[in-house]
């Protein structure tokens, strides 16, 4: 199970973070991922962690304003967002890709992740 939390509405050049809990995998290596879905608009990978080595990837479009990551157990995983745009505007989700081992390539498609949490609204006022 995934538990997203942590959306709101700021201002623009602002901050946010959201939180995932992960909570009943079995296995030892899977991958989390966060994507948003604006309205209209098709659902869009913006960032992952690979539990078995951290690696990471971005979309062009966050890169250098979020960072992602995870407590060492890789049990709650963070999505820090900076330099927030009004573009970011979206509901945010949380997903788990299970199993996965080795280094983050690339973000994959939803079809990807077996397990999502429900999504966090991501409000950002011009």
């Known amino acids: 199970q995934l538990q997203a939390s942590g959306g709101g509405l700021v201002q623009t050049g602002g901050s946010l973070r959201l939180s995932c809990a992960a909570s009943g995998f079995t296995l030892d290596y899977y991958a989390i991922g966060w994507f948003r879905q604006a309205p209209g608009k098709e659902r869009e990978g913006v960032s992952c962690i690979a539990s078995s080595d951290g690696s990471t990837y971005y979309a062009e479009s966050v890169k250098g304003r979020f960072t992602i990551s995870g407590d060492n157990a890789m049990k709650t995983v963070y999505l820090q967002m900076n330099s927030l745009k009004p573009e970011d505007t979206a509901v945010y989700y949380c997903?788990?890709?299970?199993?996965?081992?080795?280094?983050?390539?690339?973000?994959?498609?939803?079809?990807?992740?077996?397990?999502w949490g429900q999504g966090t609204l991501v409000t950002v006022s011009s």
């Open positions: 997903a788990a890709r299970t199993p996965f081992e080795g280094a983050i390539q690339s973000m994959g498609v939803p079809a990807d992740f077996g397990s």
